[in-house]
């Protein structure tokens, strides 16, 4: 067989599939989190969140609410060198993004049932 036969047969073939899993996957919220900030993100936005007395103070002067921390979160990027990802049973994530074009760093908690803004700061 030819090569471009069986170029034609791989082509028509994985067309057939992807056609196939758009159908089934179609209005489903299918992720595929295999990085590890997407993993973290998602592991932490998953759970309740509680507040530092500090992170509470500085979240209310900048008026933000909370569905604001968690979107931050979400699609923020984590620092893991300066993470302490080794500890047990919780382990501490420093977490950067954006917000109104100024930096925003959060420092978050995440242990089994629930995460925890230890910190939040804003720079100008």
């Known amino acids: 067989m030819k ?4 170029l034609g047969y791989y082509l028509g073939g994985l067309s057939i599939g992807i056609v196939i899993l758009l159908f089934f996957l ?3 919220e299918a992720s595929c989190d295999y990085g590890p900030n997407a993993r973290t993100v998602k592991n ?3 759970k309740t969140f509680n507040y530092s007395e ?18 931050l979160i979400k ?5 893991f060198s300066e993470s302490d990802t080794k500890s ?3 382990k ?3 977490i950067n993004n954006t917000y109104k074009n100024r930096d925003v760093t959060l420092k978050v908690k995440n242990c089994v049932e629930a995460a925890t803004i230890l910190d939040f700061k ?3």
């Open 3 to 6: 090569f471009i036969h069986r």
């Open 88 to 90: 047990k049973p919780c």
């Open 54 to 71: 500090d992170a509470l103070t500085a979240i209310t002067q900048n008026a933000i609410d909370t569905s604001t921390v968690r979107e």
């Open 44 to 46: 932490i936005t998953l």
């Open 92 to 94: 501490t994530y420093k």
């Open 26 to 28: 179609n209005g489903k």
């Open 122 to 124: 804003i720079k100008s």
């Open 75 to 79: 699609y923020g990027s984590v620092d």
